[in-house]
């Protein structure tokens, strides 16, 4: 068993990367003891070694922000985990999706990442929140309540706003537009139970299908 080739550090531990399946973005570092890792394996969920407190630690278990196992994978020296992970709620302690916000050094030229697609996350989250807590005064409050059929005239209404901004070649416009029917698009997938991260797996599955990649 691949189990028993994995080579812990002097401590009994191993590093264990995770990452988001779909978006794969990096969530946070920490580690694992060969028990932890059995009980991720067994559970289905994430378990780690926590080096400061010593002890076992099922992440989500207090919060509720649990990570669905995908699949674990181990280096080439087998020294190290990539844990790919569907998340039910932030990475980080913070509150934060991951814990790796703070940049040092960026390059203006190659300045396309995956970070620059966070606030798709962001929205949603917000939708979410929006739709649970039902805030007076809110736009986003104001379309639930009005229910599904409210929902999709405004997402047919922002439809037709990107076609004339694209049609008048009006990219200022259409940069407004669309980002509109972004958000509507968002509240109709929440209002449908309907997560995002279904609708990228579908394009990754598309895509691999197409290049084999």
């Not at 068993?1 to 990367?17: T, Y």
């Not at 703070?102 to 990442?113: G, L, P, W």
């Not at 990754?204 to 290049?211: F, G, S, Y």
Request: proline share 2%; glycine share 6%.
């Amino acid at each position: 068993m691949i189990l028993d080739e994995l080579k812990f550090d002097e401590k009994g531990l191993i590093p264990a990367v995770v990452q988001d399946v779909v978006t794969k973005e990096v969530l946070t570092l920490a580690y694992m003891n060969k028990e932890s890792l059995e009980k991720s394996m067994s559970t289905g969920e994430t378990w780690f070694y926590s080096r400061s407190r010593q002890e076992l630690w099922h992440k989500g278990g207090t919060s509720g922000n649990t990570q669905s196992i995908v699949e674990i994978k181990y280096d080439c020296d087998q020294d190290a985990l990539v844990v790919l992970i569907q998340p039910n709620g932030p990475a980080c302690h913070n509150g934060t999706t991951s814990c790796f916000v703070d940049s040092m050094y960026q390059n203006k030229e190659r300045d396309v990442t995956s970070a620059d697609y966070q606030i798709l996350a962001n929205l949603e989250k917000v939708i979410e929140e929006r739709d649970i807590k039902r805030p007076e005064g809110t736009y986003t409050t104001y379309l639930f309540e009005k229910g599904v059929d409210k929902i999709l005239k405004k997402v047919g209404e922002e439809a037709a706003e990107v076609i004339i901004a694209a049609k008048n070649r009006d990219s200022e416009e259409l940069k407004w537009e669309a980002s509109d029917l972004l958000y509507h698009l968002f509240v109709l997938l929440r209002e449908q139970k309907l997560p995002f991260s279904e609708i990228l797996q579908v394009l990754e599955a598309r895509h691999e299908e197409k290049t084999g990649k």
